[in-house]
Structure formats: C-alpha cells, structure tokens
C-alpha cells in the first residue's frame, strides 16, 4: 500500500508508480477515500528492491507492507478507518437493518410497495427484494428482470435504497443502471471468483455497497474475508460480511446458525458484519433469537426477510418472513441491545 504525501497523486505520479510496480509484475489499485486517495499493490509485493525504488520517491510518505492473505481488508490495512455509509447508517455508529422480502412477485407488485412502505414503518433503513433468485429446483420461480422496476419504484416509493442479489454478470450493471445501492453476492456465488472479480470492477469508483454472504463451503474467517478481497481489490471497499447459516444444519433449524463467528471476523477484519439470521434459522418464529443473538455477538447490522403477508409471498417468505409488527419489535429490541452493547 502505498500512502502519499499529499490526498491525491498527480496523473504523472501514478503513472511513475505504475510503471516501476509493472517492472516487478504488479499493478496500482487507487482506492478512493473522502478525503485522500491510497494505492494499493496488487500482486507479489515482497520485492524489496520495488519496495525501496518507491521508497525513493520525494511523493511518498511510506509503504505499508502488511504480510496477510487479504491486504486491503485486513485490520491493519490502511483502509481499516474506512466507515461505509448505507440508508444514512454509517456502519459502527448505529444498527443497519436491510429488510423486505426474498423474492418480488411480479405478478403482485403491490406486495413489494406494501411490504417496502411496512419495513420503512418499522425503522429499516435498506429494502431487499429478490430480483433474480438461486432455487435448489430448476422447475421453482427463478425470478423476473421485470421485478427491478417494481424495485426501484419501491425505493422511489419509500425513499429507502435497495439491496438485490445479482447472480451472473448480465445482473450486474441492470442493477447498478438501475440505481440500486447495495448489491448482493449470495451464499451459492461467494465463491464464484469471476462474479466476485466482476462485479469488483463494476463497482470500482462508486459509492455502491456489496453485501457478501457467507457460503456454507466457506471456513469462517480466512476463505471468507479472502473472498471480499477479491472485489476490493478492484478499488471499492464498501464490503459488508454477512454470515448467513452453515451446514451441517442444526437440527430444526434451516442452517446452523453462524452469527457468532462476528467476534472471529472482527479480530482480523475492519469490514462490518450484517447478519441475515432469516436463512440462518429458516422459520420466522425463530428470527427474533437469532437476531438478538447477533447483536450481542457484535453484529453491526441485520437482514432480515419481512413481508406484509407472508403466506402470499413466493420464495422463502411464507415460511421465514416476519410480519411487518414482528419486524418492528426485533428491530426495536435489537437497537436497544445493540446501545447496551455500546455502553
Ligand atoms: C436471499 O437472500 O434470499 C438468499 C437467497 O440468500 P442466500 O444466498 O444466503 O441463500
Ligand atoms: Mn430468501
């Protein structure tokens, strides 16, 4: 990582900086803060003669060189003071909740702009609706391009930005053309490499936020946080983590609950976690604990599947949704929670 004296480099400097990291089969990331600008090294940046040619250079104050699998997400990168900012929550400083249903029906928008008006109601500040879902059954609703309009008015709607899960690269700039702010890498694709490095460059210079879940193939920490990495590495460090159950499952419930690998996360990574304990536990009478559970593990925030009537919603929601008055009591008692945590 290369920090420089002044907030930004000149073009001419990155240009110098670009060519002597070429030399050694690197290349510059600019990763664009509010107010100074960082370049990070990507690739093998262990040569020290690399490392003192930059070094020697009147524009750079130093070279940070951490020796960690993930240099950009680690705890002791320089972007470790980086906040992410989503619905008007900066993560940290107050509880982000990103509620709404799995999947949009778009057959029945007015579920969607009901339910988004219910979930602004009981103090969420992000919708979610699936747009294109991943279901176990080829022959099981896919999900319809056309939800993303029904999306966006939802957002138009309520004024709350929007969280949808994009599955495959087409996705990607639909979603982003669209205006959605938050963009998600479900728990089948956190391993898909070429989606992550994808939809890493289509972020790349925007204030978007990607909302990573957790695969169940994934080990709990390291494959994880190597996973946000791999989008950062492309220059947008609005990564959010977000475990969302494991296998084996815990008998009864959906997935084994992993809200408390939080604290793990937390020890090698400044990223924020935002649990989904709503596929964690699969059933919506169990929701509440799990969230609050969460909470207590250090959740920074929580996604949660709501729908104004569950039985008439598709997807997941008929069995994991909370009605939009249970939404409200968890959301109330885990911001409470999250305060005493705080104090
Ligand atoms: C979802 O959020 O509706 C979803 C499909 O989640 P996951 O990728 O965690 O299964
Ligand atoms: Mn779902």
């Not at 993930?70 to 509620?99: C, N, P, Q, Y």
């Not at 989008?231 to 159950?245: S, T």
């Amino acid at each position: 990582m290369i920090l420089p004296k002044s907030n930004r480099l000149s073009p001419e400097q990155v240009a110098e900086i670009t060519a002597v990291v070429a030399e050694f089969g690197c290349r510059i990331q600019p990763i664009v803060g509010a107010v100074r600008t960082i370049y990070a090294i990507v690739g093998d940046e262990r040569d020290d003669l690399m490392i003192n040619r930059l070094e020697g250079l009147d524009y750079v104050e130093r070279i940070d060189r951490i020796q960690s699998p993930f240099k950009l997400m680690d705890k002791r990168s320089d972007l470790a003071s980086h906040r992410i900012t989503l619905g008007g929550v900066t993560l940290g400083e107050r509880l982000l909740v990103i509620a709404g249903p799995c999947t949009i029906d778009p057959k029945n928008p007015n579920y969607f702009y009901e339910t988004a008006a219910a979930v602004k109601e009981a103090g969420a500040n992000v919708i979610r609706g699936g747009v294109w879902k991943p279901r176990t059954n080829p022959y099981s609703f896919q999900g319809d391009t056309k939800s993303l309009e029904i999306l966006i008015e939802g957002s138009r709607r309520t004024g709350l930005p929007v969280d949808t899960e994009v599955m495959e690269e087409a996705h990607i700039q639909l979603a982003l053309d669209a205006g959605v702010s938050c963009l998600q890498v479900g728990a089948r694709n956190a391993l898909n490499y070429s989606l992550l490095r994808a939809i890493g460059r289509a972020v790349a210079q925007r204030p978007t936020a990607v909302l990573l879940k957790r695969s169940i193939h994934m080990g709990p920490v390291n494959e994880f946080i190597s996973a946000a990495e791999y989008i950062a590495a492309f220059g947008n460090p609005n990564i959010i983590l977000c475990p969302r159950g494991t296998t084996p499952t815990l008998d009864g419930y959906r997935n084994h609950p992993d809200e408390s690998i939080t604290p793990l996360l937390k020890e090698k990574t400044w990223a924020p976690v935002v649990v989904d304990p709503s596929h964690s536990v699969g059933k919506a009478t169990y929701v509440p604990a799990a969230a609050l559970a969460a909470v207590a593990y250090g959740a920074d925030g929580l996604c949660l599947e709501a729908h104004v009537s569950p039985n008439h919603g598709i997807g997941d929601d008929p069995k994991q949704a909370l009605t939009p008055e249970a939404l409200r009591q968890v959301i109330r008692q885990a911001r409470q929670l999250w305060e005493l945590r705080r104090s």
